[in-house]
């Protein structure tokens, strides 16, 4: 029986209650047409949307938006150029595009979170899930042994780190994407007497300069900073093979990003 | 004639019109003490006070806050220990800490974009003075040398680049501090026909993307992204260059802070 669009996207919402104004949408395409390849995206770039379409997906998954903002704003790219391109390549192709966030993050536990804890081979330190946190129990490791184990489990150039790299640490919490900032970041590092902060981003005067203080201080806290798309990556990966036990009637394929920045 | 906190304060909000539900208020600190010596910095981290008070300083204004928050805010740091510890550390030094922002960004020109770009010794190339930006005019530079001549005049041990090494760039526009977002960031970029961004920082979906996008497509676009204490430490260094004029019968030192990140 042939899957439609519509098809996939109810099924990903519906371990969970509707959430209001959710973000996760269809930023793109019709919601009957009949799905021959799914590709599963961080998010959909203008180089995601053409490998996609050229590796004969019609319906792309991804964590982030189209549009460079959390929520789509006319007002902001509505007359931009680049922008233009990018509707021009999704019309060309006819794919279809679909935002998977909110019903994600809200699913316990969150694919996001287990996919990173799977890449990282620290299921067995899981201490504590928390509906937006993991908290796992490490052998006492330096801050730069952490740094290292993650770089290449991940298969990251490089880390952004707060706090001293000899700092030993054990209870480590882990905050994906944007969830780095103070009034996520401060309150759970106090209450779980964490030693180390993983965080995918957040303002750098915030948590960061919490992070700073507290090592000044002579306290064995520390942060490491892995990027918004480097937290998120691993959880839609596993996605994609979640999607390929699920519907092995068509081709699944997962579509990794380059790192955002490049550090000279 | 003895200077009190307040005058400083008075003169420094003199030369705009009064900004209801300003952030620059006394952190910290009585507003009749007689200041007998000023110190300066980007950030009142716990090691700047401890520098500042050692240097008999008693009136410390940085442009960010105390509290690692835009507003000072009990629920977030009512009980925390490290923020405590920095409490006790203030009361001790008897030290008062005024916050110097948004008076600072509303004075045209802004003293921290001023002392950016003649930190930058880039003063020659100013195109355009906005309220919130600079657009300069360079010579036909590579990404890559924009990136080293920044480096090596900030004195900075690494940059992060969105977008092609060897994209030749030569109208670049400046936004300091947190304004490197979509909201201001894109429309900037688009409406002033600007080559390459350099900013302090913003969220990594948001405006890196659209570079990422941007020069996928071809176009001549780039991200520059240093920091944003390193965006604004110059301006308040300038800063404390104006003060020393000002006040000649107080000493004034400026207190740099090292990188927020380290890089492994």
Redesign the interface.
Known sequence: MPIKVQTIIDALRSSVPPIPDTVDVLMAGRPDAEVTGIAVSF?P???VIEQAAAAGANLLITH??LS??HRH?EQ??GN????A??LQLIDESGIAIFRYHDYCHRKQPDIIMTGLLSALEWESRLSEMLPIAAILELSPMTV?EV??HV?QKLGMP?????GD?STPVSRAGILVG?RGG??TA??FM?DHNLDLLIVG?G????????I???A??G?T?ALL?F???ESEEPGMRALSEELKLRYPEVPVEFFPIQP?????
């Open positions: 998010m770039t203008q180089q982030e938006p460079y903002n704003d902001l790219i931009d150029p680049v922008f391109q990018k730069a740094a290292a770089k490089f880390l952004r780190i707060t790299l944007y103070a009034s401060i309150p106090r981003e303002p750098e005067w915030e948590t960061p300069e919490y700073r203080d507290a000044h201080q306290r806290k900073t990027g918004h798309a955002i920045f490049r550090i000279v």
